[in-house]
């Protein structure tokens, strides 16, 4: 079985600065791929980033980068220059390459704070 | 439209009353999921539809819960007999299966379920 852990129920940054939000996985797999969802108060939840497991490079996407450890299986989120629109729930989710179902953390409210 | 649409976006109801979600997947979407998001915890997966194949319902709470997807695109998840403990957020996704990025899924809105 599959298990995503967030440690962080929440967070707080202010605003322009960094903050890292750290996510854990247990998987037996070595093929899978992981992503950072955000979901504001409007309910939508957002992709922020993905990763192909059997990448080592750690992907970008502007202001948000991750940092991919597969012998740890961490997979934390790392935001720069934090803005207001950041404020939402981030949820850390997992999924076998050969499979279809997302297993997701409980997730990290992050408050940006002006 | 461009994304995943879900109706209503909320939903009060009786205790024992039956309710149905609707589904809009993304066009071309094969793949579409259905979560559920309880106040305070991440989603759980309840099913999952892929083209014409047979649909993977490991993850329904109970046979008072059920789906259907008429034509490969709209869905409709059904609550029979609801239950206070029903009370959460509905989440539905689409995916492609083929081609790049095929693995990530796209979710609509939601529709929050209260039931009294």
């Known amino acids: 079985a599959q298990t995503v852990t967030q440690s962080q129920p929440e967070m707080s940054v202010q605003e322009a600065e960094t903050v890292t939000l750290s996510c854990t996985y247990d998987t037996s797999e070595s093929n899978y791929y992981l992503f950072w969802y955000k979901q504001p108060p409007s309910r939508q939840m957002i992709l922020v980033i993905r990763q192909e497991a059997y990448k080592q490079q750690n992907a970008t996407e502007n202001r948000f980068s991750v940092n991919f450890q597969k012998a740890a299986k961490s997979f934390s989120l790392k935001i720069s220059d934090s803005q207001l629109g950041d404020t939402a729930m981030y949820f850390c989710a997992f999924m076998k390459r050969t499979g279809n179902q997302f297993y997701f953390g409980t997730g990290t409210s992050l408050t940006v704070i002006p | 439209g461009a994304g995943v649409s879900q109706s209503p976006s909320n939903k009060v109801t009786e205790k024992g009353k039956d309710v149905e979600l609707r589904c809009d997947p993304i066009s071309g979407h094969t793949a579409l999921y259905w979560y559920r998001q309880s106040l305070g915890q991440g989603l759980e997966f309840l099913i999952y539809f892929q083209g014409n194949s047979a649909p993977d319902k490991s993850g329904l709470p109970s046979d008072r819960f059920s789906a259907e997807r008429t034509g490969g695109s709209v869905s409709t998840l059904t609550i029979q007999r609801t239950q206070q403990e029903d009370s959460a957020v509905y989440l539905c996704?689409?995916?492609?299966?083929?081609?790049?990025?095929?693995?990530?899924?796209?979710f609509g809105p939601g529709t929050r379920l209260l039931v009294l």
């Open positions: 996704a689409s995916s492609l299966t083929s081609g790049a990025y095929q693995e990530t899924q796209y």
